[in-house]
């Protein structure tokens, strides 16, 4: 159970460094306002990824399956994005996707530390 809350907790630090990264690179070839979309979009995936773990480590022999909470999370992205309008849909999703890099930057360095 150690090794999966060190994964965890290198996913999340991931995620946060590719989310670091690319908002500032979206604020200089964009606007302001695509980069907090995107710094939103962000915020939400790792917290999507946050649940999402949080649902994994509690799986046991008596459950059946994951928890369907962390679906909720893009849910309000999408009607956010709808009712407000500051926020832009499409850079918002984009960097809810951002955890997707940092997954496969993580499964990269673990193939080169083994």
């Known amino acids: ?3 999966f ?9 991931a995620t946060v460094l590719v ?7 979206v604020a200089l070839t964009m606007n302001l306002s695509v980069a907090g979309s995107v710094l939103v ?3 939400a995936g790792l917290l999507y990824v946050r649940l999402l773990a949080r649902s994994v480590a509690r799986l046991s022999d008596q459950s059946r399956g994951l928890g369907r909470f ?7 992205l999408v009607v956010g ?11 918002a999703f984009l960097g809810f996707l951002l955890y997707k890099p940092a997954l496969i930057l993580q499964h990269v360095f673990d193939d ?3």
């Open 1 to 3: 159970m150690e090794d």
């Open 81 to 91: 994005s709808a009712k407000l309008p500051q926020l832009d849909l499409l850079p």
């Open 41 to 43: 979009g962000s915020c």
């Open 19 to 25: 989310s670091l990264v690319t908002v500032p690179i």
């Open 70 to 76: 962390q679906l909720i999370v893009p849910t309000l």
């Open 112 to 114: 080169r530390c083994v």
């Open 5 to 13: 809350y060190r994964l965890q907790r290198r996913l999340l630090l």
